[in-house]
């Protein structure tokens, strides 16, 4: 599986640090940031493959937030998007039909089930995205 530049962007520490111990568990390098405000400087400054973003951020919604990043990155290389949140999965596949992001992993299950969700994502939607240098 290819290893990717991922930011992790969600205010409760104890998620933090849950979903970067996942994801370097499957070799992929993990940048956190722990709100909506100031998310794009963490994306110039650590330039992700894409954004494990929260929906229920603190002053910004995370699709508020998505929309920002994909007006940003629209002619530049593509800094994909992924909602990771604890709402009902209805309610986030809409959502990522309405915003046009990757797709979204529910809070609610196991590291299983996160890598899971993660890796199916990613060969439909991330597979072909290019890798920055």
């Known amino acids: ?35 909506g ?25 995370g699709e508020q937030l998505a929309g920002i990043v994909q007006k940003k990155y629209k002619s530049d290389k ?4 992924i909602f990771y949140s604890s709402k009902d999965k209805d309610v986030l596949d809409a959502l990522v ?3 046009g992001v990757w797709g979204a992993i529910e809070k609610t299950g196991s590291g299983v089930q996160f890598r899971t969700a993660l890796m199916e994502i990613l060969r439909v939607a991330g597979a072909s995205k290019p890798s920055r240098p």
């Open 78 to 81: 593509e800094t994909g998007i």
């Open 1 to 35: 599986m290819r290893k990717y530049k991922i930011l992790v962007v969600d205010d409760d520490p104890v998620v933090r640090v849950q979903v970067r111990g996942w994801l370097e568990g499957m070799g992929h390098e993990v940048k956190e940031h722990h709100q």
């Open 37 to 61: 405000i100031g998310t794009m400087d963490a994306i110039l400054q650590h330039q992700p493959d894409f954004v494990l973003l929260d929906l229920n951020l603190p002053n910004l919604r």
């Open 97 to 99: 039909t309405q915003t």
